[in-house]
Structures are given as structure tokens and as C-alpha cells.
């Protein structure tokens, strides 16, 4: 069985500020990694995803995220927030054994204060 | 068209009511999902759709009931809800059930039960 763990349910981050949001995720076999946000009164919009190749991957907003398999991780992280980056942040795993079934972290709410 | 629409946005109903939520993609995707999201919480599965045939009911009660017309919409009948069933309701689309697919979601249905 596969789980994911958002070791922060919230993290306050001041405007022009970096800003990382980590995750671990446990599973017997090779996973697939997601993060999603969520802005408020929306639903969940991609943020970048991890199949295999590159740990290293880039998504959209200038947000990426660093594949670690020793450390079974996968942190979110960004250089510089803007304001409009305040919003509810979800790591997701699926396995292959789960076909394509996501297990949801508990999210990490972001809030960028000028 | 990255779109998945979802209707209505919102809705409250009776115990004692009969409604439907609609959701429809046209993407040409083959793989379609149902979640429900409690405030604060992150999203739980209920139902998966595999070209138009359930794969996978998340062993939701019976007053929840899927249905996928055609490969483009999606359905969930409500009757006979309880309070505790009011949260907001995901649809979801990839191209297809494998695991690494992109799933895409629709903005949700806010539900109410009275």
C-alpha cells in the first residue's frame, strides 16, 4: 500500500521569499510522483510531475520539485513566492500496481504575506 | 481544450431530494473520476470509469450513483443524501486508467445537504 506524508500542514512565507513544501511517500514498487494546487474555491491544476529520467523536474509557475529514492521524497520548492501563490499545495503518488489511482498527501497551505 | 466542466457549481438539497451532478470533458480522454473533498482535507476517490465502464467503486454507499453515458460526460445521482455528505465534488479526466497518466480536474460542485 502506498501513502504519502506533507510533513507541514501550513507554512507562512513573506512575498519574494523561497519556499519549499516537503513530502515523503512510502510504496513497494516504483511510483509516479504529482504536486497540485489548489487555489481557493477552485479545483486541482497540475504543478509538475515525476514519471522517471531527470530527478530534477520543472513545472509551471516557476515552481520544481527534486526526486530523491533513497529518501523516498519529493519536495516542492520555489525560489521567489508572489502573492498569488497562496494557495492549498497537495503532493500525490500513484503505482503502477494502482493503476492510476492517486493517494493524496494531507496538503500544505501556503500563505504569502506581503 | 484542457477543460473539464462541471455543473452545477453549486447546489444544496434535502435529505429527501433527488439531483444530479454533470461533468463532461472533451478531451477524448478514456479514464474518468469522481471525488469527494471535505473542507481542509485533500480529495477521496469514489468511482473511476474506464472507457465507460466502472473500474473501481471506492465502496461508496449506494446513495451515490455513477453513471457514464457516453465517453465525453459523467454523472453522479444523489438520493437520499445525509449532512455529513456536504463537501465539494471533484471530476476528474486522463487519456487513459494507467498509472503516470495526468489527471485533469474540473473546478467541483459545492454541495450542501439540509
Known amino acids: 500500500a502506498q501513502s504519502v506524508t506533507q510533513l507541514d500542514s501550513q507554512v507562512p512565507v513573506f512575498e519574494e521569499a523561497p519556499v519549499e513544501l516537503r513530502c515523503n511517500y512510502s510504496?513497494?514498487?516504483?511510483?509516479?510522483l504529482f504536486w497540485y494546487v489548489q487555489y481557493p474555491n477552485q479545483g486541482l491544476q497540475l504543478l509538475l510531475k515525476?514519471?522517471?529520467?531527470?530527478?530534477l523536474v520543472k513545472g509551471i509557475n516557476g515552481f520544481e520539485a527534486e526526486f530523491n529514492k533513497s529518501q523516498t521524497s519529493f519536495h516542492l520548492r520555489k525560489p521567489s513566492v508572489h502573492i498569488s501563490d497562496t494557495a492549498e499545495y497537495f503532493c500525490?503518488?500513484?503505482?503502477?500496481?494502482?493503476?492510476?489511482?492517486?493517494?493524496f498527501g494531507g496538503g500544505t497551505r501556503v500563505l504569502v504575506k506581503p | 481544450d484542457t477543460e473539464v466542466t462541471q455543473t452545477p457549481k453549486h447546489l444544496v438539497m434535502g435529505m429527501t431530494n433527488k439531483k444530479s451532478l454533470k461533468c463532461e470533458q472533451h478531451m477524448g480522454h478514456r479514464a474518468m473520476y469522481w471525488y469527494k473533498q471535505k473542507a481542509k482535507k485533500p480529495p477521496e476517490l469514489m468511482f473511476v470509469?474506464?472507457?465507460?465502464?466502472?473500474?473501481i467503486n471506492e465502496s461508496v454507499p449506494s446513495r451515490f450513483s455513477p453513471e457514464c453515458p457516453n465517453s465525453s460526460l459523467l454523472n453522479l445521482h444523489l438520493h437520499a443524501l445525509q449532512p455529513e455528505d456536504s463537501a465539494l465534488y471533484l471530476c476528474?479526466?486522463?487519456?487513459?486508467?494507467?498509472?503516470?497518466?495526468?489527471?485533469?480536474f474540473g473546478p467541483g460542485t459545492r454541495l450542501t445537504v439540509t
Open positions: 500525490a503518488v500513484s503505482d503502477r500496481a494502482a493503476g492510476n489511482k492517486l493517494t
Open positions: 470509469y474506464s472507457y465507460e465502464k466502472l473500474s
Open positions: 515525476y514519471l522517471s529520467g531527470s530527478t
Open positions: 510504496s513497494s514498487v516504483s511510483v509516479y
Open positions: 476528474a479526466s486522463s487519456q487513459d486508467i494507467g498509472s503516470g497518466y495526468e489527471q485533469y
